[in-house]
């Protein structure tokens, strides 16, 4: 039988990304064995952005708990704010802005997971 992993934000390094963003995974592969979906926590600080880019085979959802931004799309602009979950599909560009004077904080989940969150991705 398949053992219970727990983990912590505090005992995960962060990922400092450009423009000014954090990202821990918590759950892939690589962290706790994960084989169908990987889940983490982004901070994009104010006025920095999650910049354009697509999930080609992944699903992807995402649960704002703090802040203000725009999940913008090439066909629409989703006011985000606390509360809020986003489904983006495979395939669809997409980018986050933080538009508040406040850290933009969000959950995200992908299935499957990226190669990059894989042991040898």
Same mark, same amino acid.
């Given at each position: 039988?398949?053992? @219970?992993?727990?983990?912590?934000? +505090?005992?995960? +390094? &962060? #990922? ?14 690589? %962290?706790?064995?994960? /084989?169908? @979906?990987? %889940?983490?926590?982004? #901070?994009?600080?104010? &006025?920095? %952005?999650?910049?354009? !880019? ?5 699903? #992807?959802? =995402?649960? *704002?708990? $703090?802040?203000?931004? %725009? ?5 629409? /602009? ?5 509360? =809020? ?5 495979? &395939?669809?560009? !997409?980018?986050?802005?933080?538009? &508040?004077?406040?850290? @933009?904080? *969000?959950?995200?989940?992908? $299935?499957?997971? @990226? ?7």
């Amino acid at each position: 039988m398949p053992k @219970l992993k727990v983990v912590n934000i +505090k005992d995960v +390094k &962060g #990922e400092r990304r450009e423009p000014p963003r954090m990202s821990w995974i918590l759950i892939s592969e690589k %962290m706790v064995g994960s /084989q169908n @979906l990987s %889940m983490g926590v982004n #901070e994009t600080y104010p &006025g920095g %952005m999650v910049p354009d !880019h697509v999930h080609e085979k992944e699903e #992807e959802v =995402m649960l *704002f708990l $703090a802040g203000r931004g %725009m999940f913008i799309t090439d066909d629409e /602009q989703v006011p985000l704010e606390p509360g =809020m979950a986003v489904y983006n599909p495979p &395939g669809g560009k !997409h980018r986050i802005v933080n538009t &508040g004077d406040e850290v @933009l904080r *969000f959950v995200w989940i992908y $299935a499957p997971q @990226l190669k990059t969150h894989r042991i040898g991705g």
